[in-house]
């Protein structure tokens, strides 16, 4: 079984363009659908909370793990799935999400990949991964709608 999901879009934008949606927190807000209380920074937890109609209830919570300028962000989170119980007690297992950029003939591919379910124990793996699955499938639409609209 995979652990990790991994879905890859080009998108009609400069590299600079797509980077700048990813680290401002204000910008990375308007296409998560999330409202981060500050920046991401190495090592420091970014908190907020998510504007996604019918999921304003939940928090956010990431540990940013790596910022390399144009090519990489990257962070843990918990694998909760969106499963309320879950995330009130404090999920211990936490997934690495990472956005890779590159630059392409009319733009820029980026890669998000999520990895590390191979530590969440079944039967949540499997609906935390159903659900980022689909999740991520957005996501990518809706960034690449936020930098090419």
């Known amino acids: 079984m995979l652990d990790f999901i991994t879905k890859v879009i080009d998108i009609a934008a400069p590299v600079e363009k797509l980077w700048d949606a990813l680290i401002d927190p204000q910008k990375f807000g308007a296409w998560f659908r999330v409202a981060l209380d500050g920046p991401f920074i190495v090592g420091?937890?970014?908190?907020?909370?998510m504007t996604y109609p019918g999921y304003e209830q939940y928090g956010w919570e990431s540990r940013t793990v790596a910022i390399e300028p144009m090519t990489r962000l990257a962070f843990e989170w918990p694998a909760t799935g969106g499963d309320e119980a879950a995330m009130r007690s404090g999920v211990p297992?936490?997934?690495?999400?990472?956005?890779?950029?590159?630059?392409?003939?009319?733009g820029a591919r980026l890669t998000v990949t999520e990895s590390g379910f191979d530590h969440v124990p079944e039967p949540r793996r499997s609906q935390v991964m159903r659900s980022?699955?689909?999740?991520?499938?957005?996501?990518?639409?809706?960034?690449?709608?936020?930098?090419?609209?």
């Open 44 to 49: 420091e937890i970014t908190t907020g909370r």
């Open 132 to 149: 980022n699955e689909g999740g991520w499938a957005e996501q990518v639409q809706n960034i690449k709608r936020y930098v090419a609209g």
């Open 93 to 106: 297992e936490w997934t690495l999400v990472e956005f890779r950029l590159e630059p392409i003939a009319g």
